[in-house]
């Protein structure tokens, strides 16, 4: 039961442009979003969170969206660099220890 | 990332043997958390731990056992390899648990384990 999904494994965007990262969750109980950002052979790092109390959080170039009512949110890069390559994750949870993540999307930013 | 460190990076085992995970932080973070990693699973929490001498069961916390006898480290125990473990394991800290404050985890850089 996967309660955190990222349907798109990977998106290429070209340099410059925008790239926007999407999640959805299914359980109305998650308060705390994040995403994490992983390159290979090395473990996640935190990019960027949001509250349930609010629908927007904004830091330099990473914005990530809440629409709690669609049970999605979404993280838009810009503009994207190629060293924002990497896969992130989507992550959740609900004032316990039990963070849920998603599979991941793979990003690819072209030069 | 230097505050969190796993031991081994790799390893292969073979069915029924068994091996312990080390990891070690030096962040002095109260909560740490164990988790695998597979293709197109994300990530999954095994097991955590509030604090010395304390731990709990995540989401698939079968096959495997966990101890905090110092603060700093956190063990990963397979007592009886199998197949289905094979992953990536990874290792994460925080200053404040879930429960006590949304804080983001801190993450070593994982460990590779294999088992034929």
């Not at chain 2, 095994?46 to 079968?62: C, L, M, N």
């Not at chain 2, 101890?67 to 473990?85: D, T, V, Y």
């Amino acid at each position: 039961d996967q309660q955190v999904k990222q349907n798109s494994p990977s998106l290429s965007v070209q340099e410059g442009r925008i790239s926007i990262l999407n999640c959805d969750y299914t359980n109305s109980m998650f308060d705390y979003f994040l995403w994490y950002k992983k390159y290979p052979a090395e473990g996640p790092t935190f990019l960027i969170s949001i509250s349930s109390i609010k629908d927007k959080n904004e830091d330099g170039r990473f914005t990530v969206f809440l629409n709690k009512s669609a049970k999605h949110l979404s993280l838009h890069i810009v503009p994207s660099q190629p060293g924002d390559s990497a896969v992130y994750f989507c992550a959740a949870s609900a004032h316990n220890n039990d963070m849920r993540f998603g599979a991941g999307t793979r990003l690819t930013v072209k030069p | 990332n230097a505050g969190v460190t796993q031991t081994p990076k790799f390893r292969v085992l073979k069915t029924g043997q068994s091996m312990t995970l080390l990891c070690a932080q030096d962040m002095n973070h109260e909560y740490m958390y164990w988790y695998r990693q597979d293709p197109g699973m994300g990530l999954r929490l095994i097991h955590y731990s509030v604090g010395e001498g304390t731990t709990a069961k995540g989401e698939v916390p079968d096959g495997y056992n966990v101890s905090r006898l110092k603060k700093q480290n956190f063990l990963l125990g397979l007592e009886s390899a199998a197949p289905s473990q094979t992953s990536v394991y990874f290792c994460a800290t925080s200053f404040l648990g879930l429960l006590g404050g949304n804080q983001p985890q801190h993450f070593g850089d994982g460990t590779r384990l294999s088992i034929l």
